[in-house]
Structures are given as C-alpha cells and as structure tokens.
Nanobody
Framework: QLKVVESGGGLVHLGGSLRLSCVAS????????IGWFRRAPGKGREGVAC????????YYEDSVKGRFTISRDSVKNTVYLQMNNLNPEDTGIYYC????????????????????????WGQGTQVTVSS
C-alpha cells in the first residue's frame, strides 16, 4: 500500500521552530514530487513548499520564503519541512502529498499552487503557533 505519513506538528510560540517529517512507504519518494500543503482555520488549502528530486525543481509560497526549507533523506525515504521563525499565520493542518507524473513542461510550482493530479495525501499534522 502506497502512503505518506506526517509527523512533527505541535504547539510553539511566536518565533519558534518545528520540523515536520513525511515518511513514504510502498514507494520511493525520490521518484515523486513531494509537497507540503496547509489548511489554516477558515481558509482554503495552500501549497507551502514542493520539490521534485529528479531536477531539483523547488517552489516556496511567498510568505514562507527564507523561513521554511524542504529537504529529503533518500535513505530514510523521508521528506522534511524545517519551519523557522514561526508566526500565528502559520497555524494550520499541514499535509504531505505526492505526485508522480508531470507533463514535459510542468514544474512543481503549478502543482503546489493547484494540487492538481495529486496521487497521495497524508492524514495531516497540526501546527499551532501562539503569540
């Protein structure tokens, strides 16, 4: 069974840090684009950070640039989201997602913004930032 499982969420204060983990099972995460999406209270889902290993294509949503970093550990089949300098606007449920097939001219930005053609979704992990 192919799946992704997130962990690492929690409660932090303004300016704090968290590292989320997305463990892939049943497949090699290196063959997929992996993205982190979040849903804030009362808002729609948005793509936060996405990466495609085969060409290194990476996208960050504007509000997290310079604060969040997506990275991979192929041995552990895990993708991380390091989140620094957190603020209350970062509060939400964070989801890991995976997509295998891209068109020849399709970058991860398009997928991260739309979440179109996503193959797998995790169950989500809650991140709460207090002021």
């Amino acid at each position: 069974q192919l799946k992704v499982v997130e962990s690492g969420g929690g409660l932090v204060h303004l300016g704090g840090s968290l590292r989320l983990s997305c463990v892939a099972s049943g497949f090699s995460s290196d063959h997929y684009a992996i993205g982190w999406f979040r849903r804030a209270p009362g808002k729609g889902r948005e793509g936060v950070a996405c990466n495609r290993r085969r060409d290194g294509d990476t996208y960050y949503e504007d509000s997290v640039k310079g604060r969040f970093t997506i990275s991979r550990d192929s041995v552990k089949n895990t993708v991380y989201l390091q989140m620094n300098n957190l603020n209350p606007e970062d509060t939400g449920i964070y989801y890991c997602a995976a997509r295998l097939i891209f068109g020849p001219d399709t970058g991860v930005e398009e997928w991260c913004i739309s979440a179109f053609d996503t193959d797998l979704w995790g169950q989500g992990t809650q991140v709460t930032v207090s002021s």
